[in-house]
């Protein structure tokens, strides 16, 4: 059965198809600064920029851009927490016709000279107190220069390279016009970790884009004011959830966006007492984290009208226990970096179904096939491989085409993730993506992990999986087997892996055994160490 069933339970004022104007996103934050020019676009701390001004930073920083020679096509790095430069950034790169490159701040060296080389960015935008790591990378990549954005007054040098605010200032904001075709130039490479350890760079185009900033306001049409809706964006813009349903959804609607830098408890409480958002877009472990607060009713949270939850599932009794504290609904959604993001969403509109990712987004068509031959469809109830056609699924993967011919088959993306379908068209996700593992709403590829530990002198093999948390909802786990005649404590592989990992990558646990489960070819059973590792719990 076909998701296309669900179209069925959109009302008649909810477009299931519609077209997808020719345009950029850049297009639209133009167009919105002439509609709501004084209204407040960003909000970060005490610093508030208009509609109107944001529009005038960006010109400015795309004509800068165009003078430092970058032109359409080329990659610019953003690697910077949720703060105003990043949206300024972001947008004055699609203005000229490059290409954003997203990179983690958190990335350690090994895993940004990775990066900055398989997309061959000459340029990064990036936080002063990543600058350092930066710097000792760079021989072994093609920058060839920093803009360096200072969120404190900084009497910091940065050699040879660029000061964000000072550049800002410079020029006289005239960008020399660039033909963009919005249906097949790349406006982003977002990365995605890849199960072989090779991170992979989905291209999405600037049509991707647009179309699915149109297909959420669409979709959530019943729940938006146009000019009034107040976003408070805390999970980080380089990830794509924030990207499309905090940054970009919130310039399209015309919203006021709230900034901050990161999931910090106390922070985040008193900014919904003093800014009063209607929209919060999480990930479960923020709804952990704000439910378990004692008397949170006391900050306001009332005021928050709507969640969307992403990035990893969200616990039904998690959600119940959020809602009735908060009064907020929660409206689990799916998506994948390969979809820009947003495919699937329970509905405002009709029946919600917690612990499904709900229906299909509008033009977006998607059936569960058999993983066997990957064409069959399966019946309802049945499990099977969930397979997504529309117009937000990437170009493909940056310089990979093999594993974009897996990834893309007939038009269908293959998101590896295995699902059920009910009669109505409501999906639920039964297993995850081969291994990975989503901890605080961070996907974790476990062979990244283990190559590191297979890195270490004391380690013969390793195995990594995923553990259930009650507050990250998965936290990484190593089971690990030494050489003969060595020895390791907990914290010593610990402490190597945080040098060479980000550090929600790095392990929590390490078990030490004398031998792994393995096939009687000597595959490890990965999947016997997480049932194992389940009924311990």
Not at 390 to 395: A, H, R
Not at 442 to 470: C, F, Q, S, T, W
Not at 503 to 531: A, D, H, M
Request: hydrophobic share 40%; glycine share 6%; aromatic share 8%.
């Amino acid at each position: 059965m076909s998701g296309k069933k669900a179209f069925t339970l959109y009302p008649s004022h909810i477009a299931s198809e519609f077209a997808i104007p020719d345009i950029t996103l850049c297009d639209i934050l133009m167009d919105r600064a002439k509609q709501y020019n004084s209204h407040i676009a960003l909000s970060f701390y005490n610093k508030e920029i208009t509609y109107k001004e944001l529009a005038y930073m960006v010109e400015k920083l795309a004509a800068n851009l165009q003078n430092l020679g970058i032109q359409k096509g080329d990659r610019v790095a953003i690697m910077l927490p949720n703060c105003p430069q990043y949206v300024i950034s972001y947008y004055a790169i699609l203005r000229i016709g490059a290409i954003v490159t997203q990179v983690n701040p958190m990335l350690v060296e090994r895993e940004l000279t990775y990066l900055l080389q398989d997309s061959g960015a000459e340029t990064i935008i990036i936080y002063d107190a990543l600058y350092p790591r930066l710097k000792a990378v760079q021989s072994n990549t093609a920058v060839k220069r920093a803009i360096v954005v200072s969120l404190q007054p900084s009497a910091a040098s940065f050699e040879q390279d660029i000061a964000f605010d000072q550049f800002l200032t410079q020029g006289d904001g005239q960008v020399r016009p660039v033909p963009v075709d919005p249906a097949h130039d790349i406006a982003v490479l977002q990365y995605t970790g890849g199960t072989t350890g090779r991170s992979k760079g989905a291209m999405l185009t600037h049509r991707n884009l647009v179309a699915n900033v149109m297909q959420c306001a669409e979709f959530f049409k019943d729940t938006i004011q146009y000019g009034a809706e107040r976003y408070l964006t805390v999970i980080p813009l380089f990830h794509v959830f924030a990207m499309t349903s905090g940054m970009n959804l919130a310039i399209y609607v015309g919203a006021t966006n709230i900034l901050l830098p990161r999931f910090d408890l106390k922070e985040v409480l008193e900014t919904i007492k003093e800014k009063k958002p209607t929209t919060f877009p999480g990930v479960p472990t923020m709804y952990v984290a704000i439910t378990n607060t004692p008397n949170v009713e006391q900050y306001g949270i009332e005021s928050i009208k709507m969640c969307n939850s992403g990035s990893a599932p969200m616990p039904v009794e998690l959600m119940r226990e959020f809602e009735r504290k908060t009064g907020a609904v929660v409206l689990e959604g799916y998506g994948l970096s390969e979809a820009s993001p947003v495919t699937h969403c329970n509905p405002p509109f009709a029946e919600r179904k917690p612990g499904t990712i709900g229906i299909g987004m509008p033009m977006t068509e998607y059936k569960v096939v058999d993983v066997a031959t990957g064409t069959e469809e399966v019946k309802p109830g049945e499990m099977g491989e969930l397979v997504i056609r529309g117009p937000q699924v990437m170009k493909g993967y940056w310089n990979m085409p093999e594993e974009t011919a897996a990834a893309l088959r007939d038009g269908w993306l293959y998101t590896g993730d295995l699902a059920t379908m009910d009669e109505q068209g409501y999906v639920t996700i039964v297993d995850r993506k081969k291994d990975m593992i989503i901890a605080s709403g961070y996907n974790v590829y476990p062979r990244e992990v283990e190559e590191v530990l297979y890195e270490y002198h004391a380690v013969k093999e390793a195995v990594v999986i995923g553990v259930p948390d009650e507050y990250r909802g998965e936290t990484v786990k190593a089971i690990v087997v030494l050489k003969d005649g060595k020895t390791a404590s907990e914290e010593e592989i610990i402490d190597y892996c945080r040098q060479n990992l980000a550090s929600y990558k790095v392990p929590r646990l390490v078990e030490f055994r004398q031998e792994l489960p393995k096939t009687n070819v000597g595959k490890i059973l990965r999947r016997v160490l997480r049932e194992e590792a389940a009924q311990s719990k």
